[in-house]
Nanobody
Framework: QVQLVESGGGLVQPGGSLRLSCAVS????????MGWYRQAPGKQRELVAR???????DYTDSVKGRFTISRGNDKNTVYLRMNSLKPSDTAVYYC???????WGQGTQVTVSS
């Protein structure tokens, strides 16, 4: 059974940075990419960044140039580096496979002055 545990969220001022981490355990199909998703209040969950097993990345337009997804050397950790944060980035952030398996708890990111 796959377990995903997110951490690293918090309160940050506009323009600030955060790094989210996701600890991955269990067996994930090798064809699945890993992704970071977010869900803002009153909105649907969206995929914001994705990384394939081959290291190819892609991002939703609203975070391009500001967010960077990466994997640890052991491939059991996935990171999301978020720079130049905006209030519109406020959401609960989740890591999951792409396509997604059952969701973890997520980590809250709040961007506010």
């Amino acid at each position: 059974q796959v377990q995903l545990v997110e951490s690293g969220g918090g309160l940050v001022q506009p323009g600030g940075s955060l790094r989210l981490s996701c600890a991955v355990s269990g067996s994930i199909p090798s064809i699945y990419a890993m992704g970071w998703y977010r869900q803002a209040p009153g909105k649907q969950r969206e995929l914001v960044a994705r990384i394939t097993n081959g290291g190819i990345t892609d991002y939703t337009d609203s975070v391009k140039g500001r967010f960077t997804i990466s994997r640890g050397n052991d491939k059991n950790t996935v990171y999301l580096r978020m720079n130049s944060l905006k209030p519109s980035d406020t959401a609960v952030y989740y890591c999951n496979t792409n396509p997604p398996l059952p969701w973890g708890q997520g980590t809250q990111v709040t961007v506010s002055s």
